[in-house]
């Protein structure tokens, strides 16, 4: 067997650590980290008042907590019934296609871009004065501050009727879209929560958090209003369109009728010594006219009774929204404890050196 053969088969021990070594080893970082006492508790005291100092300096925040069930009449069943019978006329309930925001999609909705604008442009009173809820936002995240050596942001405005018009306005102003984009994304990410506490029950809670106590109430109350009337006027939009038009057409019809019923009394009142020999004035027209009036009592009351049923389709298919918990002042209030802040500060800081003096060792060790 060769020299290079036996090198080979004998066993490299700089690659293997045997017990002993590794409790040596341990012993001396122990023995290094003890001599170093002093440098780690001078950084750990820092760390605990700089804890400190962020606990103390650190702005609560406050949580406005929203929570209501969603109780949403499914349709078909017995509504399918009169659907087909309103179909004989030629009326369409509706109500017996997919519900638009059945599942978690009310959830989104939430989330919307349309949704947030629309409450970030409501009016509200803060402080003696009415202001909008973006212009609130901007005044406790002290925007306008970070936007005074930009003159383009100095004179921005935020007005509900410029925003709403966008669509009709030739010229829309980019960067005020731009900065409303940024601030309902921001909210999106950091202010806003909407989830199921139990997913098998219909309950929905929205959390806004905010280190501004009035901002998150007013905010939390505005947004669960605005998104719960445009879910109840979305889902009973076709229905409640099929109750005016058959409101309209009744109303028509039952127009007629009275015109009809009165034009048979006045032919009666226009004759009143009518010659035997000239029934004709007075029958002919008197006849037409009730003709008429039977003729439209009859549609009238099918048109009445579609009607009706329209309205009880728009009973069935109107949510019901029920709140169960709504914010109330003071707001639950989440802050760092001095305390914890000291203890934080100095575990963290105090892990840091020592973790900085054993890779400071090791390098000087390697290059040894």
């Known amino acids: 067997m060769t020299t290079e053969s036996l090198k080979n088969n004998t066993p490299n021990e700089s690659d293997e650590i045997s017990l002993k070594e590794l409790i040596l080893k341990t012993r001396a970082w122990y023995r ?68 638009i925001f059945q599942g978690d999609n009310i959830l989104g909705l939430y989330k919307s871009r349309t949704m947030l604008e629309q409450t970030l442009l409501t009016s509200v009173k803060s402080d003696g004065k009415t202001q909008l809820l973006v212009e609130k936002y901007i005044d406790f995240n002290k925007l306008r501050q970070q936007w005074a050596k930009k003159p383009a942001l100095v004179n921005l405005a935020f007005t509900v009727d410029s925003l709403q018009n966008r669509s009709k306005i030739l010229k829309p102003n980019r960067l005020r879209d731009s900065i409303l984009g940024v601030i309902v994304g921001d909210i999106n990410k950091n202010y806003l929560s ?55 057409k009744t109303d028509s019809v039952r127009a007629v009728m009275n015109g009809a019923i009165y034009t048979a009394v006045a032919v009666a009142d226009a004759t009143p010594n009518l010659n035997p020999t000239r029934q004709v004035q007075r029958v ?46 003071p707001l639950k209030e989440e802050k760092l404890g001095k305390i914890k802040g000291i203890a934080i500060g100095g575990i963290l800081f105090g892990f840091l050196t020592v973790a900085f003096l054993l890779v400071r060792k090791t390098l000087k060790n390697i290059m040894a």
């Open 32 to 99: 290094y980290l003890l001599s170093k006492w002093l440098i780690i508790l001078i950084f750990g005291l820092l760390g605990g008042v700089l804890g400190f100092y962020y606990a103390y300096t650190k702005k609560p925040i406050y949580t406005a907590t929203t929570t209501f069930v969603l109780e949403d009449e499914k349709s078909g069943g017995g509504l399918g019934n009169l659907a087909g019978l309103a179909s004989m006329a030629g009326v369409d309930l509706g109500g017996s296609g997919g519900g």
């Open 194 to 248: 909407v989830s199921k506490p139990d997913k098998k029950l219909s309950t929905i809670q929205v959390d806004v958090k905010a280190i501004d106590e009035f901002f998150a109430k007013a905010f939390n109350d505005e947004l669960v209003k605005n998104v719960n009337e445009f879910y109840i006027a979305t889902k009973t939009k076709k229905t409640l369109q099929n109750v005016q038009i058959l409101q309209r």
């Open 284 to 329: 002919a027209p008197a006849q037409r006219a009730q003709f008429s009036a039977e003729t439209n009592k009859s549609i009238l009351a099918e048109m009445v009774k579609n009607l009706e049923m329209t309205k009880m389709s728009l009973l069935k298919e109107t949510p019901l929204i029920q709140v169960v918990d709504q914010p109330i002042y």
